[in-house]
């Protein structure tokens, strides 16, 4: 059974040349317009009803509460449809309306619930979730206190898993030497180091100057690794900025530069395995060494080729490829 759709005018589509008249259409309009089109909005879905699915319907929902309160105050502007220019505005009925899903059934959706529940936590977080000290910054206080607790408690953890400590730090100075954070802070995260249970795996990866060459030296023996492009660098610590100092404190200050840089000395003799008097000779001028360097100072034990690492540590050295190819050196030449 076909049902006819009904029409009905609007204040703004009648001719204005009764005043009365459209004033009172317009409060008909409002008061009584709504109730007669949910009435027969029910009795269409009545007859529809096993053609149109019906969504649930929760009387509760306070949204849809919202919608039916000012569906009331102004139904011109949720029930007609975008008119053109050269039509007249009518509030249209069709015969068998498009129903949308309520909005709890979409707040209900897949889309919803995979939504977190909270944050992910922080990269450094993740990090040591996997046993992972990174240090990628300049050793000042704040890195410190972060480097030394995040140690104590993966030993607190587990005392028998390893600890990777990956380095790219330019100690305690900038990268244009400026100093950053006193020598302190270095030799604290090295006594933390020896302080654990655990094996200490060192990998530099860009650069390791200064305190952080020691903290890339003080790795378990066998275990202290370097990219093919890293950079360690030693040298001496230098002194803070005196600013107007009086002339007695700058030399109070001097006299421990020269205590630290004499403790830097004696770790990396004792991590290195050469001479302390080689280390001071070193430690005059920036010393600078690449991977094949550092390992041949001590500093490392094995370079990290990807997938090559077997192979990179059987290769034979220069002159074991000259006495198995035949060929003598001769000296003078």
């Known amino acids: 059974m076909a049902t006819t759709p009904l029409h009905f005018p609007m204040a703004s589509s009648l001719p204005s040349a009764s005043t009365s008249l459209s004033q009172s259409l317009r409060r008909r309009s409002t008061k009584g317009s709504f109730r007669n089109l949910r009435t027969t909005l029910c009795a269409i879905n009545a007859q529809n009803k096993s053609k149109i699915p019906i969504p649930p319907f929760n009387p509760k929902d306070p949204f849809l509460s919202q919608l039916a309160s000012a569906a009331s105050n102004s139904p011109e502007t949720f029930l007609h449809k975008p008119f053109k ?27 919803y619930e995979q939504r977190p529940r909270r944050p992910p936590p922080d990269l450094p977080s993740l990090l040591l979730n996997g046993r992972i000290v990174y240090i990628g910054m300049p050793l000042v206080p704040a890195v410190t206190e972060l480097i030394v607790a995040e140690l104590m408690y993966l030993q607190w953890l587990d005392p028998k898993e390893p600890v990777y400590v990956y380095l790219n730090s330019t100690g305690t100075t900038r990268d244009d030497g400026e100093t950053v954070g006193m020598e302190t802070e270095g030799f604290a995260i090295y006594d933390a180091m020896m302080q654990l249970k655990n094996e200490i795996h060192t990998v530099a990866v860009g650069a390791a100057i200064g305190q952080a060459c020691l903290l890339l030296a003080a790795g378990t023996k066998g275990k202290r690794f370097m990219m093919p492009h890293a950079k360690a660098m030693i040298q001496q610590p230098r002194i803070p900025s005196s600013g107007l100092m009086p002339a007695s404190d700058v030399l109070i200050r001097a006299k421990e530069v020269i205590t630290n840089r004499d403790t830097l000395v004696k770790l990396l003799s004792k991590h290195t395995g050469n001479s302390e008097e080689t280390v001071a000779n070193k430690m005059r001028r920036p010393f600078y060494m690449d991977c094949i360097k550092a390992k041949d100072f001590g500093v490392i034990d094995r370079i990290l080729w990807r997938g090559q690492e077997k192979i990179m540590h059987d290769v034979a050295s220069p002159e074991e490829w000259d006495k198995l190819a035949g060929i003598k050196a001769v000296d003078g030449i």
Request: no cysteine; aromatic share 8%; charged share 20%.
């Open 85 to 111: 220019s050269d039509t007249p505005p009518y509030l249209d009925l069709f015969d068998s309306p498009k129903l949308m899903a309520t909005p709890a059934q979409v707040e209900r959706s897949v889309s």
